[in-house]
């Protein structure tokens, strides 16, 4: 999904949809603009660049007793 109107203020600190585009553009940030003149942002484009998509590792719960030396 895209970033809603709040989103997009709070990433680019500009209120004006070509502001948010000048910013966008600056920080090489891919979107398209809607009917409405507002640029369009995939939310899964910012969460990734941001570090907010992390792949979390499987961890294994049980100790590995036969690692342990004594």
Not at 43 to 63: D, Q, T
Request: charged share 25%; no cysteine.
């Amino acid at each position: 999904m895209f970033l809603n109107r709040t989103q997009l203020k709070e990433l680019t600190g500009y209120v004006r949809p070509s502001s948010h585009m000048r910013w966008l553009i600056g920080n090489e940030y891919p979107f398209e603009v809607g009917a409405d003149g507002y640029p369009r942002v995939l939310v899964s484009l910012v969460e990734k660049r941001l570090g907010g998509y992390i792949k979390s590792a499987k961890r294994n719960s049980s100790p590995k007793f036969s690692e342990i030396r004594g």
